[in-house]
């Protein structure tokens, strides 16, 4: 894929997202998203408390570690339709992997009885709701999680989760 010049300046990688906030760009989602909490002063999202905002950050890293590359490889095979996902063993493992870290989550979420790290919205919740609204919309077989499941519904409500989080999709 061609990115221009310009795009380049703000992320090497040429991926989005990327932001330029008055000549300061950053690039990596959940790098931004901590960047943007912390400019708005959200505690509410980010929270000052060292061990409250670190368990937030270690649901977002998980997401961005674990939790990513259980799925990416279904995800890219079944939706994206990436040549070298195609593999149906290398997506089958994929599906296998990524219910082990639904099982993590579904687990999770029982515990906390409403988002990731407890009642309240947090940044976490803004990468993992993405990708279980992967889970819901890629085209697999899936055991039901009804933790991820009352999580899903509970994200829906969120106008920004209908628009951005499941596409604009119901």
Not at 79 to 91: C, R
Not at 125 to 144: C, L, M, S
Request: aromatic share 12%.
């Amino acid at each position: 894929m061609a990115h221009s010049r310009d795009f380049l300046v703000i992320n090497p990688n040429g991926m989005v997202p990327s932001i330029d906030d008055g000549g300061f760009l950053l690039w990596e989602s959940n790098t931004i998203i901590r960047y943007l909490a912390g400019k708005a002063a959200r505690y509410d999202l980010l929270p000052q408390g060292v061990r409250e905002r670190a368990l937030v950050e270690q649901w977002m890293d998980w997401q961005s570690t674990d939790f990513l590359n259980a799925w990416r490889n279904a995800f890219d095979g079944l939706v994206k339709k990436k040549p070298e996902a195609s593999d149906p063993a290398v997506i089958e493992s994929s599906r296998q992997a990524w219910i082990v870290k639904m099982e993590i989550l579904d687990a999770q979420l029982g515990k906390t009885g409403g988002h990731i790290t407890g009642p309240a919205f947090t940044l976490a919740d803004i990468p993992i709701g993405i990708a279980v609204n992967r889970w819901f919309t890629t085209p697999i077989e899936r055991p039901d999680f009804p933790n991820v499941q009352a999580y899903y519904d509970r994200l829906t409500e969120r106008e920004g989760y209908r628009l951005y989080g499941r596409n604009g999709l119901p």
